[in-house]
């Protein structure tokens, strides 16, 4: 009798707390459903998506001067997007990106079993492409303890409802267009642009795998800051093609004989070297834009430092540089001037 007590005892009591820990996270998430945490972004609201688009500035040839922007951002389309850069990141992200719904169950369930159970970091995080862009697009806010798991499952819903809304080629052109990068960067394309002084459709597999692979942490594998980590975590990412199908192993190999050969650039307008021409531009463009006659279909005015316009000048970067280059040294030869007219008392 005792004894089938005491089986009675182990089987009771483990299904009881069993119950109530399914009952507590269904009352969770319903609570995150319904709004209980903050608002929750209906289908309407992630199909009309819209982000701050830095406006640039071309001279001559369509050289680019410079940009004026809050967030540096331009958008691309999904076919300015290099199949080695779409490879990079489902290879190195989310390799069962095209046959989930958003949710890839078999890595939040190791999530749930290694890193909160066993506290294992190293299993990563669990979040497809999917869920990362709901959290590019939301952040995440500060719930104390339960900040992961209420952002997490929060994140699940919003990436439910982004794959009822967009294709898998749209949330991948989303991705890309919004996932951040170090120094004020947002999107493939402005990073592109600054750490190699091209365009997104002409990345090579090893600059992509580069670009990719910063999204870890992307100060962290700033490849201008920590050249020599960032081009460990490329080589991770060319083996994790390479794992998946998307690269032969004697091309990754090749690529990674060499070393990360950036072209940094800076397209603040106190970079340039037409700092003046630009901040003229820039005035000249407001008063165009104060106009009436020049507003958004709806009325409302253009901002220079969100919408994404783009302004084209005759400004010959060429001889702009030659400029620039003989004022310098004109310079050098007047301060020299100065200094020597004070004898041995310079000021």
């Known amino acids: 009798m ?68 809050i967030t540096n951002r331009e958008s691309v389309e999904f076919d300015a997007l290099p199949q080695a850069l779409t490879n ?9 990106f095209y046959q989930h719904n ?13 890193t909160i159970l066993m506290g294992d ?62 120094g004020n960067t947002y999107g493939i ?16 597999i090893g600059q992509a795998a580069t670009l990719v692979g910063t999204l870890k942490a992307n100060h962290s594998f700033n490849p201008r800051l920590f050249p020599e980590r960032s081009q460990l ?17 004697e091309q990754a190999e090749a690529i990674m004989r060499h070393k990360i050969d950036l072209d940094f650039q800076n397209y603040a307008s106190s970079n340039s070297f037409a700092p003046y021409f630009i901040e003229r531009v820039r005035q000249k463009t407001l008063a165009i834009l104060a106009k009436k006659e020049n507003r958004k279909p709806d009325g409302s005015k253009y901002d220079l430092r969100k919408d994404g316009l783009t302004i084209y000048t005759t ?12 004022m310098r040294k004109q310079m050098e030869s007047l301060q ?4 020597n007219s004070y004898d041995d008392n310079p000021p």
């Open 102 to 114: 958003g949710i890839d169950k078999r890595s939040l369930m190791r999530v749930f079993f290694k």
């Open 336 to 339: 020299e001037q100065f200094e």
């Open 121 to 182: 970091e190293s299993s990563g995080g669990g979040s497809t492409i999917t869920m990362q862009l709901a959290k590019n697009l939301y952040g995440r806010n500060d719930y104390g303890f339960l900040s992961i798991v209420i952002n997490k499952l929060r994140e699940t819903i919003v990436a439910r409802r982004l794959e009822e809304v967009y294709s898998k080629h749209e949330i991948l052109t989303l991705y890309f267009n919004t996932v951040p990068f170090s």
């Open 2 to 69: 005792r004894k089938r007590l005491f089986k009675k005892w182990w089987i009771k009591w483990p299904a009881i707390i069993g119950l109530i820990g399914i009952g507590l996270c269904l009352g969770l998430y319903g609570s995150i459903y319904l709004g209980f945490w903050g608002k929750v972004p209906t289908e309407s609201d992630l199909a009309d998506l819209k982000q701050m688009q830095a406006s640039v500035i071309y001279g001559k040839d369509n050289h680019l001067l410079g940009k004026y922007y």
């Open 315 to 326: 400004l010959d970067m060429q001889l702009q540089k030659y400029a620039h280059s003989a």
């Open 88 to 96: 990079a990141l489902i290879a190195t992200e989310d390799f069962r």
């Open 189 to 204: 394309e402005s990073a592109a642009q600054k750490f190699f002084n091209t365009s997104t459709e002409n990345l090579s």
């Open 233 to 249: 975590r490329r080589d991770v990412v060319l083996h994790q093609m390479v794992k998946r199908g998307y690269l032969p192993a």
